[in-house]
């Protein structure tokens, strides 16, 4: 089992950037496919961007293609998820995600099975 911690959240205005982080803790990996999620106030959890185990292969929502990028470094047990030109429509919580064993279903939000406790993103106009 894969533990998951998410840092870098915080509050900034319109147009800036941000990097969140996830540490992950526990089994392998290198053995898990990642997702960033989302999730605002009296909205339902959005995945905006999964990674592949090994091979760099990306997903990303609509509302985030073009903005973020996000990426692992297998050595050093992270994923990142970089934010740039940030509008207020994505203050949510982020959401660090894991999923055991794939290298295919990075795009699909009911495979994901580990959660991180979520960082807070606020977005000022």
Avoid: H
């Avoid at 609509?62 to 050093?76: E, Q």
Wanted: proline residues 2%.
């Amino acid at each position: 089992q894969v533990q998951l911690v998410e840092s870098g959240g915080g509050l900034v205005q319109a147009g800036a950037s941000l990097r969140l982080s996830c540490a992950a803790s526990g089994r392998t990996f290198s053995s898990y496919a990642m997702g960033w999620f989302r999730q605002a106030p009296g909205e339902e959890r959005e995945l905006i961007a999964g990674i592949s185990r090994s091979d760099g292969s990306t997903y990303y929502s609509d509302s985030v293609k073009n903005r973020f990028t996000i990426s692992r470094d297998n050595a050093k047990n992270t994923v990142y998820l970089q934010m740039n030109s940030l509008k207020p429509e994505d203050t949510a919580v982020y959401y660090c995600a894991a999923v055991w064993g794939s290298n295919s279903r990075y795009s699909i939000p009911s495979a994901y099975g580990y959660w991180g406790q979520g960082t807070q993103v606020t977005v000022s106009s």
